[in-house]
């Protein structure tokens, strides 16, 4: 049994804003902070020479340090230092440090590298597709990704049902209400058009995005994802009937033909019996 295993460590590729981020849980220690391919070949050189019986050729410069961590080779094994570089906190046999060493390094030449982008059809960070490259993943690596999601889509998807049911309370004020006072007559049915496209994409974005922001709905969806076929499937008889409502509501000022009718009068009875 080899070091990697020994030490249960594990090589996961996190993905964060659809990059990937090379990763090790298990304890690999300072080793992990270093990404440089050309850094872990020279330290990998060192630890061989040492072992080999020949530390007096890199005896000036034993040092095998990271950005966050001071540690030198010694023919007994990799000392590691405290903050204070005055005393050894830690000492890694030669033969292990070796074995991690190349074990890092081949996990980072592995696909997909270290950094690069998730490109999944045209799009970045698609969930589904996330969820098939995790497939083949150790599960650290999916309950680390599923973590990311619960940080940043809850306040996103609630912003996003925010807005959209903002915007729709507001074309449906406008459109209904401001533009019959302004007497638009040879605009009507462009602005019909154009109201009815407006009102029914911000109310089908609220209806997607309502209750988005729960566990369980971000678990099994993530992200909800406009549909056009959907849209156009759900959504067009209600912009036929939202174009009808403004044209026949301009004809004769704000309110007075909504108010006549039998669907907003059945609204106003719902609301205010």
């Known amino acids: ?41 020279k330290f990998i050189d060192m630890v061989t020479t040492t072992i080999n019986g020949d530390f007096t050729s890199i005896e000036e410069d034993p040092d095998v340090s990271s950005n966050y961590e001071v540690a030198f080779i010694t023919p007994n094994g990799i000392e590691i230092m405290d903050e204070n570089v005055e005393n050894v906190i830690d000492l890694i046999p030669l033969q292990e440090f070796k074995e991690i060493l190349i074990g890092w390094r081949d996990f980072l030449l592995t696909p997909p590298l270290n950094g690069s982008k998730v490109y999944i059809s045209g799009e970045i960070n698609d969930d589904n597709e996330i969820e098939k490259f995790l497939e083949g993943q150790p599960k650290e690596a999916k309950n680390e990704i599923f973590e990311d999601k619960l940080k940043a889509y809850p306040k996103q998807n609630k912003l996003v049902f925010i807005v959209s049911l903002s915007l729709f309370i ?9 533009i019959p006072l302004l007497n638009m007559t040879n605009e009507i049915i ?84």
């Open 1 to 41: 049994m080899n070091t990697i295993q020994q030490r249960n460590i594990k090589f996961i590729n996190k993905i964060i804003d659809g990059k990937i981020y090379k990763m090790a849980t298990g304890g690999i220690g300072h080793i992990q902070s270093i990404t440089d391919i050309e850094v872990l070949n």
């Open 170 to 178: 507001l074309f449906l004020l406008f459109f209904l209400i401001i």
């Open 190 to 273: 462009p602005f019909s058009i154009l109201g009815a496209f407006a009102i029914s994409l911000s109310g089908f974005y609220s209806l997607l995005y309502y209750k988005s922001w729960k566990k369980d709905f971000i678990k099994k969806v993530g992200k909800p994802k406009l549909s056009l076929q959907t849209y156009f499937l759900v959504c067009s008889l209600p912009t036929v009937l939202f174009y009808f409502l403004i044209y026949w509501n301009s004809l004769e000022g704000p309110g007075h033909n909504l108010y006549k009718s039998s669907i907003m009068s059945k609204l106003l009875k719902l609301f205010f019996p």
